[in-house]
């Protein structure tokens, strides 16, 4: 398994999910609390599914173009 590159992946991933999950319920008029426990929460959960989800398409060899962690049939031909 490629930890190292999904764990680079997820410490991009979550203080940005953090920013838009708290930003968005800030603007909707909540407190700075809220909205900071919401964001943490929220990130955490999406970052949890994301990576079980990944860990599983890993293990069964599943193809995913968007996360290219399999390598592709097509390739070892050329």
Not at 48 to 67: G, P
């Amino acid at each position: 398994m490629p930890l190292k590159k999904w764990t680079l992946q997820y410490l991009i991933a979550f203080p940005l999910l953090f920013a838009i999950f708290s930003s968005v319920q800030y603007f909707k008029g909540e407190t700075v609390s809220y909205s900071l426990n919401f964001g943490l929460a929220w990130a955490f959960i999406v970052i949890f599914i994301f990576a079980v989800r990944r860990t599983y398409n890993f293990k069964k060899r599943i193809r995913c173009d968007i996360c290219n962690d399999i390598p592709s049939d097509t390739n070892k031909s050329k």
